[in-house]
Each structure stands twice: as C-alpha cells, then as structure tokens.
C-alpha cells in the first residue's frame, strides 16, 4: 500500500481592515478551510487587528464616508454617510442583515474559527505600532513578525483581504 505524501493543503489570509464588513471574509474562509479539511492561519495586521483585539472586537463598525458601494445597498446619497450616526445605523443594518443569514457576531465567529484549529496571529510590527500586547488579543491568538508569517505561508494559498 502507498502512502500519501501529498503536503497539506494549506490557507494563509492576511487581514488587514478592521471594519464589520471586511472582519467576515477572512473568518468565512478560514471557516470553509477547516470545514474542508484545509490548514487555515490568519495573520492580522494594521486595522485588521481590530477585529482581535478584546476592547475592539465588540464594536466593529462599517464606514459610510469614502465607501462608495455601501450607498447603493442602502439607497443613500454619499453625501448623507456624513450625518452623525450613519455610520451606527449602517453597522445596526448590517449586523441586522448578518444575523438573518445565521453568521456569528464577530467575536463568536472568530472563537469557532479558533476551535477549528484556525490559526490567528497580529502582526508583531503593527502591534508595536499601535501600542499592543499579546494580553490585548483574544485568547489564543499569538504575535508574530512578516518574516515568520512568510515561513509560515511558504507553499501555501495566500489571500490578502
């Protein structure tokens, strides 16, 4: 009988915005990876820790200024994303939208992910940048510098979102 050697397959995401509407591409792939029996790490860097980050995750917002495709899917003029509170009535509406379709929160989503076997890790520069420590990331989560995310992501599918 032969053995396979085949490597595992293997997907590497980068998260580089914190914003609700881009904290869901990378947990959904990262999700459907393990469901498929793929190696799933998700470096997150700049905004993107946000979405790990324990004082921030609960409170993702989406940006209505300088977000041309949200006006449409609201029928609103670009203009109005300016008023005070469009922005908190478009994060209600999307998470609203969200919740309808059976996703997580976002903090919920990220621990299934992280039970999956999902690794997470913030970027070590930026976390220097933004003043963090390892105790401000979400249970699990590691830190680790673009040098070792590239070892870690050598052969593997990589995905900037």
């Given at each position: 009988m032969q053995m396979d050697t085949t490597p595992p397959r293997t997907l590497c995401l980068v998260a580089s915005k914190g914003s609700l509407d881009m904290a869901y591409p990378p947990l959904i792939l990262a999700n459907a990876a393990r469901?498929?029996?793929i190696e799933a790490s998700i470096f997150f860097t700049f905004w993107g820790l946000d979405i790990?980050?324990?004082s921030k995750m609960h409170k993702l917002g989406v940006a209505t200024v300088g977000n041309p495709n949200m006006h449409p899917w609201f029928h609103i003029p670009t203009i109005l994303g300016a008023i005070p509170g469009m922005a908190a009535a478009a994060?209600?509406?999307m998470n609203r939208e969200i919740e309808k379709l059976d996703f997580p929160p976002v903090p919920e989503f990220l621990e299934m992910v992280?039970?999956?076997g999902t690794c997470?890790?913030?970027c070590k520069m930026s976390m220097d940048m933004?003043?963090?420590t390892k105790d401000d990331l979400v249970d699990?989560?590691?830190m680790l510098g673009a040098m070792e995310f590239l070892e870690i992501s050598e052969g593997a599918q990589v995905m900037f979102i």
């Open positions: 469901m498929t029996g790990i980050t324990k994060s209600w509406m992280m039970d999956a997470v890790y913030g933004m003043k963090l699990g989560a590691d």
